[in-house]
């Protein structure tokens, strides 16, 4: 289809008769959840084809990495995907430390297993949260709000900050926990077990939600390989592919951990992967406070000043919406030459112009925020 100028909405005849038009959902609709626009070709109701138009919020967070130095762009990755700004900080600094064979303390591996999972729970529980608002149901958001922040209160104690983190450094992380937050985290891990079991009263078992959900916005395997799809996206499609169990980092290959996966990649099926990841989450968080050992949290040797050696790196890691990867061609000084983010939400984003057309007008709210996309790391 030739998508030609027009204004917002614009009416078609074709050779039948029947009358199309072209309607933009966004840049500012609320259910994307950010400045992203999807033009819509439809029929009546019906969705014929789509465009996703991204750029609205582009930052250069990519060009910024080559105009500073390693160190200084540390706190531009939490801002990527602010949502998974632990995971983001915490992967970016895995990425020089494997480049320059830094090696990681033992105790600092362990905190950051407990911090990146619980800023993966506290991901989850905002898409939930939001994707349940979006399909008219209030009550399951106040329920993932109110659980969200006692993960961002325990995030602040440890680190000062309740959204984007600079908790990591190359080397380890920048402070220690103490008893208080272990104990808490644990008291957290034993209070969410039971709440899961009251998400999935009041929004797995719901009739209305499962009726909103079931069988909307397949996205199968061979449509999410091709498209280059991670995460619980991909999962929930049946294949289980987790870069912590397939490419491990850190000490993910000493805890035990399943990778839920799906059935159809449907919307329901995208949303029982997200709940089952909870609960490995919180697996893998018990472990962790069970096996901390004591000793430093930072590399007694770490230059101070970043230089990897000259040649292509790459590292990946797993983040709430799937494959991570930080591409780093080094020159041997203290300023990359390119860094390149591979970012799973631009993958799956992709694939909207094959997932939408067929449905209808009210299921692209559904179906868009069942992919839980965020904006920045697609306009990177």
């Given amino acids: 289809m030739t998508v030609s100028p027009s204004p917002t909405m614009e009416l078609v005849a074709d050779e039948a008769d029947r009358e199309t038009y072209y309607l933009n959902m966004g840049p500012q609709h609320p259910s994307t959840h950010g400045v992203l626009r999807l033009r819509l070709h439809l029929e009546g109701e019906r969705i014929l084809a789509c465009e996703p138009v991204i750029g609205y919020g582009h930052r250069a967070h990519e060009k910024m990495a080559e105009n500073r130095d390693y160190l200084q762009f540390l706190p531009n990755t939490s801002r990527i995907d602010y949502l998974s700004g632990m995971i983001y900080n915490l992967g970016y600094c895995q990425a020089v430390e494997r480049a320059m064979q830094i090696e990681v303390p033992e105790r600092a591996e362990y905190i950051r297993v407990i911090a990146g999972e619980l800023n993966r729970i506290s991901s989850h ?71 899961l079991e009251e998400y999935h009263k009041l929004v797995t078992r719901n009739v209305i939600f499962r009726h909103r959900t079931r069988g909307v916005g ?11 799809v991670t995460g619980p996206c991909l999962r929930a499609a049946g294949i289980a592919r987790d870069v912590r169990k397939d490419e491990p980092y850190g000490i993910y290959d000493r805890l035990e951990f399943d990778v839920p996966t799906g059935a159809g990649g449907d919307c329901f099926d995208r949303h029982m992967v997200r709940m089952s990841e909870m609960e490995q989450c919180l697996r893998l968080i018990e472990q962790a406070l069970r096996g901390i050992p004591e000793g430093p949290v930072q590399a007694p ?75 920045p790391e697609i306009d990177r």
């Avoid at 009550?139 to 600079?166: Q, W």
């Avoid at 397949?218 to 280059?228: A, P, S």
């Avoid at 799937?322 to 984003?349: C, E, L, Q, W």
């Fill in 125 to 195: 529980l905002l898409w939930m949260g939001t994707y349940l608002l979006d399909l008219g149901g209030f009550t399951p958001f106040l329920y993932a709000f109110t659980d969200r922040e006692k993960i961002l209160d325990l995030l602040d104690y440890v680190t000062g900050s309740r959204l984007t983190y600079c908790y990591g450094r190359f080397g380890g992380v920048t402070m220690d926990v103490d008893d208080v937050f272990l104990r808490d985290v644990s008291d957290f891990c034993d209070y969410f077990e039971d709440r």
């Fill in 218 to 228: 397949v996205m199968g395997e061979e449509l999410g390989l091709d498209y280059g």
């Fill in 301 to 375: 040797k770490v230059p101070k000043r970043i230089r990897p050696p000259a040649g292509d790196h790459y590292f990946a890691c797993e983040s709430a919406r799937g494959h991570f990867g930080i591409y780093i061609r080094s020159d041997g000084t203290d300023i990359p030459v390119r860094m390149k983010m591979r970012t799973p939400s631009f993958a799956n984003v992709s694939t909207m112009p094959a997932v939408l057309p067929g449905t209808m007008l009210a299921d692209t709210v559904a179906i868009l925020g069942s992919v839980d996309v965020v904006i």
